[in-house]
């Protein structure tokens, strides 16, 4: 039974570049959650989805950030024009409803060159 | 203030010690109680998870909740050096967001 599955693990863009981030959700989970942490730091939340619907992005910068969770395929957490304050580890986790816990994947590690 | 509390550490203890992790929290509808083990470069891996008040032992590890106090813990018994890792804390209402304590770094010596 496979986890959450986060790619690429390592990912690295010149300032001003485009940034994807994919996850693909433990089978039967249909809620997606975002997060970014960063070296000695806890967890900061980003955003939150259901298939087709973001439900809360209050973490989540207004400008240049941006995250789906289509019908079809992985979430997606996109960053635009990346500047060097964006390096850090994105973690993505999923649950199956309102009262289950969340499972992590092995996240992303972003480094803005 | 913050809506969770975790003392960050860093914790050292000798190989077989009891361990005890805790984490205190403001809000009162709080019914999810989750503890995460974090190695280093990985994703948090869920450890415990229990629902209102109360206890719950799973293999080496116990975890207590205790809504009136509004502190949950942890309890390693005979820990490891495998043991050694970043542990958080985590709660929530029904269907809200997550709340994570900032994580305690925990080293056990052999």
């Known amino acids: 039974n496979a986890g959450v599955m986060q790619n690429p693990r390592h990912l690295v863009r010149r300032r001003g570049q485009e940034a994807r981030l994919r996850c693909s959700p433990m089978k039967g989970h249909s809620h997606v959650y975002w997060y970014r942490q960063l070296p000695e730091e806890g967890l900061k939340f980003m955003v939150y989805l259901q298939k087709e619907n973001i439900i809360d992005e209050s973490g989540m910068p207004k400008e240049r950030f941006s995250a789906e969770f289509p019908k079809e395929g992985p979430s997606i957490l996109r960053i635009q024009q990346v500047v060097r304050g964006d390096s850090a580890a994105y973690f993505c986790?999923?649950?199956?409803?309102?009262?289950?816990?969340?499972?992590f994947g092995n996240g992303t590690r972003l480094t803005v060159t | 203030q913050k809506e969770v509390e975790q003392d960050p550490g860093p914790l050292s203890v000798p190989e077989g010690a009891i361990v005890s992790l805790n984490c205190t929290y403001s809000?009162?509808?709080?019914?999810?109680f989750m503890w995460y083990r974090q190695y280093s470069r990985k994703g948090p891996e869920l450890l415990m998870y229990t629902y209102s008040s109360g206890n719950k032992e799973d293999g080496r590890f116990t975890a207590q909740v205790d809504k009136s106090s509004k502190y949950i813990s942890l309890f390693i018994r005979d820990s490891q050096p495998s043991d050694s890792a970043t542990y958080l804390c985590?709660?929530?209402?029904?269907?809200?967001?997550?709340?994570f304590g900032t994580g305690t770094s925990l080293t056990v010596i052999p």
């Open positions: 809000n009162s509808a709080f019914q999810y």
């Open positions: 986790a999923s649950m199956v409803e309102g009262g289950s816990p969340l499972h």
């Open positions: 985590a709660m929530r209402e029904y269907g809200n967001q997550f709340y």
